[in-house]
């Protein structure tokens, strides 16, 4: 994951794919993601969110280049689609927490600013890559950060009041 600034007042983090060329392109999936807009009439790139924006330049590449791209794309057709976590799930499990009663709800520890930071990086990274999505519910657990054996830290719930 990388952080990129395009002057747009807020960070982009993404799993960018590193290259040794001259031009970058940022694909529909990072513009999307971001809600990204681009004006080609007017040179900019807009930010959806903010309205803020950015001016650049519109250029074209030599049909070599195209050729040569789609080549390589051809051959190595996983670069152009990173995959930080497989799709594939290998079992047919399926959850299912049944709730009864009133939510269970417990009040948030506060962490020191070491584990907090770490703790925002890590949820950053997961609401970047959905793997978690924003909620709203009732229910809740405290935020535990269990060291791995290999020294970095993994967020974890308390979740022994949910399954009583």
Not at 82 to 108: C, M, R, S, W, Y
Not at 153 to 161: E, M
């Amino acid at each position: 994951m990388l952080n990129l600034d395009l002057g747009l007042r807020r960070d982009f983090q993404f799993p960018f794919i590193i290259a040794d060329v001259t031009k970058g392109i940022l694909g529909a999936d990072f513009l999307h993601k971001y809600n990204l807009l681009v004006d080609i009439n007017k040179k900019k790139l807009i930010d959806g969110i903010t309205d803020l924006f950015v001016l650049g330049d519109i250029t074209a590449i030599s049909s070599d280049n195209v050729i040569s791209t789609s080549n390589l794309l051809l051959k190595y057709p996983e670069i152009s689609r990173p995959n930080l976590f497989p799709k594939e799930i290998k079992h047919d499990v399926k959850h299912f927490i049944e709730t009864n009663g009133q939510p269970i709800h417990a009040k948030a520890r506060q962490l020191d600013p070491k584990r907090l930071a770490i703790a925002k990086e890590e949820f950053t990274f997961m609401l970047n890559n959905e793997i978690i999505r924003p909620s709203n519910s009732q229910w809740s657990s405290p935020l535990h950060l269990a060291t791995k054996k290999d020294g970095p830290y993994r967020p974890c719930g308390d979740y022994r009041q949910l399954n009583a």
